[in-house]
């Protein structure tokens, strides 16, 4: 069976890796794959404007050994956002997700993502219309609040104009979003983060599925949080050590990891990297999601040192890759080996 005909595994969002803007993109996410069979992955954050208006195979378009994967959208139109879920349904996806979250001031002009936290009754007219459109589930991510909402009353009002509108699920980022004042990077940091509060959310709704999001950076915290959480979702933890999702599987699935290493799982990507170049795809827009997969391992940097300089030469191919990889050390452990077992002496 070649990798783009594997059977799926069924959709859970026990663990999911975080829709990134510029960052998972279906080459991360191919990639991701082979590196966990079970976590939920998710796209960058598409807009009404963009799947309406804009090329849909390029922006949509996926391999299906990435499944499952969900779609997020921005917007806070009903309509556009029932007719975007319909195309991405047409295309595959297995989850539409509605961002209510992204703090950046493009998004803020185009009235979506965390100033939508401020009309929690349309973000429910659009979880509403999407619900009619589409089989496919419909998910929320929010932030705690903004600005100066108190966040027992926005997070909790918030979470009953969803569920009451048939939402499946709701994903918190447990930081409040500060609009006025800090930057979308500082926004992803400057907030603090209140666990306790996205706990106390799923206390008080015990049958509504809660997700837990903002800094997961190891699946030991991964799994405190599923202690009083349905999922935990991982950001940028995932993507720049991409080698932490092997123990994904067996640590929080039970299951077998799909490579004994980062190493055999990169050099699994090498058909794909030859099928994609074959495309016109360039080396280093796929190679770029690799830079993070070793640490602390003998070669590391010189693997990471291969794929920089020579990955955005013009005709580079699958070779770079495989140099690359040549320069780690197989005889030692890797980080994630490290983590299991940590994990499994708690």
Same mark, same amino acid.
């Given at each position: 069976?070649?990798?783009?005909?594997?059977?799926?595994?069924?959709?859970?969002?026990?663990?999911?890796? %975080?829709? @990134?803007?510029?960052?998972?993109?279906?080459?991360?996410?191919?990639?991701?794959?082979?590196?966990? &069979?079970? =976590? !939920? *992955?998710?796209?960058?954050?598409?807009?009404?404007?963009?799947?309406?208006?804009?090329?849909?195979?390029?922006?949509?378009?996926?391999?299906?050994?990435?499944?499952?994967?969900?779609?997020?959208?921005?917007?806070?139109?009903?309509?556009?956002?029932?007719?975007?879920?319909?195309?991405?349904?047409?295309?595959?996806?297995?989850?539409?997700?509605?961002?209510?979250?992204?703090?950046?001031?493009?998004?803020?002009?185009?009235?979506?993502?965390?100033?939508?936290?401020?009309?929690?009754?349309?973000?429910?007219?659009?979880?509403?219309?999407?619900?009619?459109?589409?089989?496919?589930?419909?998910?929320?991510?929010?932030?705690?609040?903004?600005?100066?909402?108190?966040?027992?009353?926005?997070? %909790?009002? @918030?979470?009953?104009?969803?569920?009451?509108?048939?939402?499946?699920?709701?994903?918190?980022?447990? &930081?409040? =979003? !500060? *609009?006025?004042?800090?930057?979308?990077?500082?926004?992803?940091?400057?907030?603090?983060?209140?666990?306790?509060?996205?706990?106390?959310?799923?206390?008080?709704?015990?049958?509504?599925?809660?997700?837990?999001?903002?800094?997961?950076?190891?699946?030991?915290?991964?799994?405190?949080?599923?202690?009083?959480?349905?999922?935990?979702?991982?950001?940028?933890?995932?993507?720049?050590?991409?080698?932490?999702?092997?123990?994904?599987?067996?640590?929080?699935?039970?299951?077998?990891?799909?490579?004994?290493?980062?190493?055999?799982?990169?050099?699994?990507?090498?058909?794909?990297?030859?099928?994609?170049?074959?495309?016109?795809?360039?080396?280093?827009?796929?190679?770029?999601?690799?830079?993070?997969?070793?640490?602390?391992?003998?070669?590391?940097?010189?693997?990471?040192?291969?794929?920089?300089?020579?990955?955005?030469?013009?005709?580079?191919?699958?070779?770079?890759?495989?140099?690359?990889?040549?320069?780690?050390?197989?005889?030692?452990?890797?980080?994630?080996?490290?983590?299991?077992?940590?994990?499994?002496?708690?």
């Amino acid at each position: 069976m070649t990798k783009s005909a594997h059977k799926p595994a069924p959709l859970s969002r026990r663990f999911s890796v %975080a829709p @990134m803007m510029e960052w998972t993109d279906r080459h991360c996410r191919f990639f991701h794959r082979l590196l966990t &069979r079970r =976590a !939920l *992955l998710y796209t960058e954050m598409l807009t009404t404007g963009a799947v309406l208006n804009g090329e849909r195979q390029r922006l949509l378009g996926f391999d299906a050994f990435e499944q499952p994967v969900a779609l997020q959208l921005g917007g806070s139109d009903p309509r556009a956002l029932a007719e975007c879920a319909r195309i991405a349904e047409g295309f595959g996806y297995k989850e539409i997700n509605l961002n209510v979250g992204c703090p950046s001031d493009r998004v803020q002009e185009g009235r979506f993502g965390a100033c939508l936290m401020a009309e929690p009754q349309l973000v429910a007219e659009c979880v509403a219309a999407m619900k009619r459109a589409v089989a496919l589930p419909v998910t929320v991510k929010c932030r705690l609040g903004i600005d100066d909402q108190d966040t027992e009353v926005s997070l %909790a009002t @918030m979470a009953q104009a969803v569920q009451a509108a048939g939402a499946d699920t709701l994903i918190v980022h447990a &930081r409040k =979003a !500060l *609009l006025a004042g800090l930057s979308p990077r500082e926004n992803r940091d400057v907030p603090p983060l209140d666990y306790d509060r996205v706990y106390r959310l799923k206390a008080a709704h015990p049958r509504f599925e809660i997700v837990l999001n903002g800094g997961v950076a190891t699946l030991e915290q991964a799994q405190n949080h599923l202690v009083h959480v349905d999922g935990a979702m991982m950001g940028r933890a995932a993507y720049q050590e991409p080698w932490r999702l092997l123990t994904v599987d067996p640590v929080l699935f039970g299951e077998p990891a799909p490579f004994a290493s980062a190493k055999e799982a990169a050099l699994a990507l090498v058909p794909y990297i030859e099928r994609e170049l074959s495309n016109g795809v360039r080396l280093h827009g796929i190679t770029r999601h690799l830079l993070g997969l070793f640490r602390a391992v003998p070669g590391a940097r010189a693997f990471r040192r291969h794929l920089a300089t020579e990955a955005v030469k013009p005709g580079a191919d699958a070779r770079v890759l495989i140099d690359a990889l040549a320069q780690v050390h197989d005889s030692q452990a890797l980080d994630s080996s490290t983590e299991l077992a940590h994990i499994a002496a708690a």
